[in-house]
């Protein structure tokens, strides 16, 4: 395991108030945690609280891939921090997800921490960059 981090930020062509939501609500969680070409999210749940947790089953074909974590921090408007758990996440895995209104809606800096190498970073990078890509298409 390393300290291996990424970055990835987007402008999101909505109010900061619905980005925010979106990243807490089951139903939205299932329109955009899309990491790659057909994949979908069958099942969603969120419990919006510090120390509450989430689920998101993410399927690639029949394969059923579980994610899931605790809400460490909630700033309304501004910032989500969470523990990140997936087949693929170190322990000690965590998102911050800082948001800033700016005129075109709102800038979203998502950064992850602690990795097992290389490779699962970058394809963590690519899988946010992607899931904030589909993000900015559904949260209109």
Do not use: C, Q
Not at 46 to 71: C, N, Q, W
């Amino acid at each position: 395991m390393t300290d291996l981090s990424l970055n990835v930020s987007r402008t999101i062509k909505a109010p900061i108030e619905r980005v925010y939501n979106a990243w807490l609500d089951p139903a939205m969680l299932a329109r955009f945690m899309l990491p790659g070409e057909g994949m979908s999210v069958p099942e969603a749940d969120t419990d919006p609280r510090v120390g509450g947790r989430f689920s998101i089953i993410m399927a690639a074909g029949e394969d059923k891939l579980p994610h899931g974590g605790e809400y460490k921090e909630l700033d309304p408007h501004t910032r989500i921090v969470f523990t990140w758990e997936s087949p693929f996440s170190a322990d000690g895995s965590t998102v911050t997800i800082n948001l800033k209104e700016v005129d075109a809606g709102t800038h979203v800096e998502l950064t992850h921490v602690t990795f097992v190498n290389e490779e699962s970073r970058d394809n963590h990078e690519a899988g946010w960059g992607a899931i904030l890509d589909k993000l900015n298409e559904v949260v209109l």
